[in-house]
């Protein structure tokens, strides 16, 4: 025996739970199935009859077989498989939560999602808390407290903090540690040979590719704005320069050592050392001796 089913599209909102429940009679002696109410968002569907109004348009036949056996028996189905655009969303935050975040991305100075969601604290409270204009987005994954003041290297923290893997280097090292007078438009990073350049909108970023000892050595921690930014050392940065002259220019690499020998008067050393670290020596012997 089979029965005649019809489904119908779904032309109301999706404001309402859904809710069906289906049960089996007999009626003039033939077993069907006798739709109680269906509900699909806020179409209803009694029994067999098609009610055109509220469904908006024509019915799709099909035949569904239906054993002899079938017992009595009423099924209920979730509102969540009939609307699938329905969704439960988490309650908000209570006022005491709010301090406690704000806190925490101002203890973190520079905050990101990921970070914070590490903590316990959840995406979609940070987003409220921008929606509310308690939390400002700096860029892609960048938050901080409104009111934040930013200092006059900001933007080596949001380096920091969205390039974790990389330390600056070259210009952006010499302008950090007042070897040149040069400003670069750019942040200098310097990355492994194998390591994916990382796409930011701002601030601009140029890569310098490093490997072995002279990607490893020399790295310093400094914390700007309190986040831990790592930055390679003057003399290793002076060696770098020299050893990426065809980069930043002769003039800058002479320069940055001509400002170390004279504000770094026991550096000669470790300089010694950097150079041979950056296989630098014999270019920056003729400028070493100039200098002295």
């Not at 609307?83 to 406690?100: E, G, I, Q, W």
């Not at 100075?109 to 959840?122: C, F, M, S, T, V």
């Not at 940055?256 to 950097?274: I, N, Q, V, Y």
Request: aromatic share 6%; with cysteine.
């Amino acid at each position: 025996m089979a029965i005649q089913t019809r489904f119908f599209p779904h032309t109301a909102q999706y404001s309402s739970p859904c809710f069906s429940t289906l049960n089996r009679s007999t009626v003039s002696g033939s077993t069907q199935f006798n739709a109680a109410r269906l509900v699909f968002g806020q179409v209803p569907i009694e029994g067999s009859a098609v009610d055109q109004e509220a469904c908006g348009g024509g019915a799709l036949e099909t035949e569904v077989p239906v054993p002899e056996s079938l017992p009595a028996r009423e099924y209920k189905t979730s509102s969540l498989a009939h609307n699938p655009l329905r969704f439960v969303s988490s309650a908000p935050m209570t006022p005491k939560c709010k301090p406690a975040i704000l806190q925490s991305i101002r203890r973190l100075g520079i905050a990101r999602p990921a970070e914070l969601e590490a903590q316990g604290i959840p995406r979609a409270e940070l987003y409220r808390l921008v929606r509310s204009g308690q939390v400002a987005r700096q860029a892609r994954g960048v938050y901080v407290v409104s009111g934040h003041r930013p200092t006059a290297a900001h933007s080596l923290a949001q380096v920091a903090k969205r390039v974790p893997g990389g330390v600056l280097c070259l210009l952006t090292a010499l302008r950090f540690h007042e070897l040149t007078t040069q400003a670069p438009a750019e942040v200098w990073i310097a990355l492994p040979a194998q390591a994916r350049k990382p796409r930011l909108d701002h601030p601009r970023l140029r890569v310098a590719r490093f490997s072995g000892p002279a990607l490893t050595e020399g790295i310093e921690t400094h914390r700007l704005e309190n986040v831990e930014v790592r930055v390679y050392s003057a003399a290793k940065t002076v060696a770098d320069c020299f050893k990426y002259r065809n980069k930043v220019g002769i003039d800058v690499a002479v320069e940055a050592l001509r400002d170390f020998s004279r504000r770094h008067r026991g550096g000669a050393t470790e300089l010694a050392r950097f150079a041979r670290i950056c296989r630098v020596t014999r270019v920056m012997q003729p400028y070493l001796d100039a200098i002295a």
